[in-house]
C-alpha cells in the first residue's frame, strides 16, 4: 500500500471516546486528550489485511506514530479554537450520525442475505448466452436528431417504454434509415467511425447508446442483433458472480425501501424541493 494512502486513512480516522476502561493504558496524550490501548486496537481492526501488514515494518511503525501525534495535536487545536462549538461542527456530527445508523441498519439487514454461488451464475450464464458473446459483427438502428434538446425528448420517451423503431420512423432526420425503423445492418469492426465502434461494440444486445455527435448531429444507436463466439464462462465466472450480487443486492434494496414507504409515513413539500434545486443549478445563493 504506497505511504500517501496510508496516511490519508489513519489521518481519517475517528476516535470513540469513553469506550476505553478506566485502566486502560495511554499510548498518545496531547493536552486534554489521549488514545488509549483499546481505542486503538478497535481502529486497527477495521484497516485492511495488506495495512497491517505495512504496520508490522519499522518504517509502517514509525509511520502510525506520527500521524497519531499529528491527529491528536489538530484534535486538541480545533478543540482550543472552540470549533467544536459551532453551528457547522454540530451540523456535520448529525450528519455522520444518520449515515453510521444507516449503514449499520444496512449491515444487520444484510446478514440474512443469500450470497450468488457458482451454480447461480452458471444457472444465469445458460439462460443468456446472448450476452455474452464476444461480438465480431452488430446490427445497429439509430436515430438521428439535431441537438441535445430533442436527443433528451428521444429517451424520455424510451425511458417511458416506447418503441425505438417507432420514433426512429417518426423522429428520426436520416430519411434513408427512418422508414426501416433506423435499421442500418450489419457492421464489422473497422467499418464504422472509431468513436461509434468504441460504443456500440460494448452494448449487449437491445441495449441503446448516449447520443455520440458525428458530422454535425447526433446519433442514438441500438443494437438489434450480435454475431460472434460466446465467452467461455470460467473466464467470467468470478465477475459475474460479483455482478449478479450487486443486482440482487440492488433488488432487495429497491425492495426493502417500498417496503419502508408502506412502514413510515413521506410527506414532501414539492415546491420548496424545486426551489432549492432552482437555486443550486443557476448558482445563486440559497435561502434557508
Known amino acids: 500500500m504506497k505511504i500517501n494512502t496510508f496516511f490519508i486513512f489513519v489521518f481519517a480516522l475517528i476516535l470513540l471516546s469513553g469506550c476505553a476502561k478506566d485502566r486502560d493504558e495511554t499510548i498518545v496524550k496531547t493536552g486534554s486528550s489521549k488514545i488509549t490501548k483499546s481505542q486503538l486496537i478497535e481502529e486497527l481492526q477495521s484497516l485492511p489485511p495488506q ?10 511503525s514509525k509511520r502510525l506514530k506520527e500521524e497519531l501525534i499529528k491527529r491528536e495535536l489538530l484534535y486538541e487545536e480545533a478543540k482550543d479554537k472552540g470549533l467544536q462549538k459551532s453551528k457547522d461542527f454540530k451540523r456535520r456530527v448529525e450528519e455522520f450520525k444518520k449515515i453510521t445508523l444507516i449503514n ?13 454461488t457458482e451454480k447461480d451464475a452458471k444457472d444465469y450464464y445458460e439462460k443468456h ?6 461480438p465480431q459483427e452488430v446490427r445497429l438502428s439509430q436515430i438521428v436528431v439535431k441537438n441535445e434538446e430533442e436527443a433528451k425528448k428521444v429517451y424520455e420517451r424510451l425511458n417511458k ?15 434513408k434509415t427512418k ?18 465502434q468504441n460504443v456500440v461494440f460494448n452494448l449487449k444486445k437491445g441495449q441503446v447508446s448516449m447520443p455520440l455527435t458525428y458530422k454535425g448531429e447526433l446519433y442514438i444507436f441500438k443494437v438489434t442483433d450480435i454475431k460472434g463466439t460466446p465467452t467461455d464462462f470460467e473466464s467470467i465466472k468470478n465477475q459475474l458472480i460479483e455482478e449478479l450480487k450487486i443486482k440482487k443486492q440492488q433488488e432487495w434494496f429497491n425492495s426493502y425501501i417500498e ?4 412502514k413510515h409515513k413521506v410527506e414532501i413539500n414539492e415546491k420548496a424541493l424545486q426551489e432549492v434545486i432552482s437555486q443550486a443549478t443557476v448558482g445563486g445563493k440559497l435561502n434557508k
Open 51 to 60: 495495512t497491517k501488514i505495512f504496520l508490522t515494518s519499522s518504517e509502517g
Open 104 to 116: 449499520m441498519l444496512l449491515e444487520e439487514e444484510l446478514k440474512s442475505f443469500k450470497p450468488v
Open 129 to 134: 448466452k446472448e450476452e455474452f458473446i464476444k
Open 161 to 175: 417504454g416506447e418503441d425505438f423503431a417507432a420514433l426512429a420512423k417518426e423522429l428520426s432526420r436520416d430519411e
Open 179 to 196: 422508414a426501416m425503423g433506423g435499421d442500418i445492418g450489419f457492421f464489422k469492426k473497422n467499418q464504422l467511425n472509431p468513436q461509434i
Open 259 to 262: 417496503e419502508l414507504k408502506r
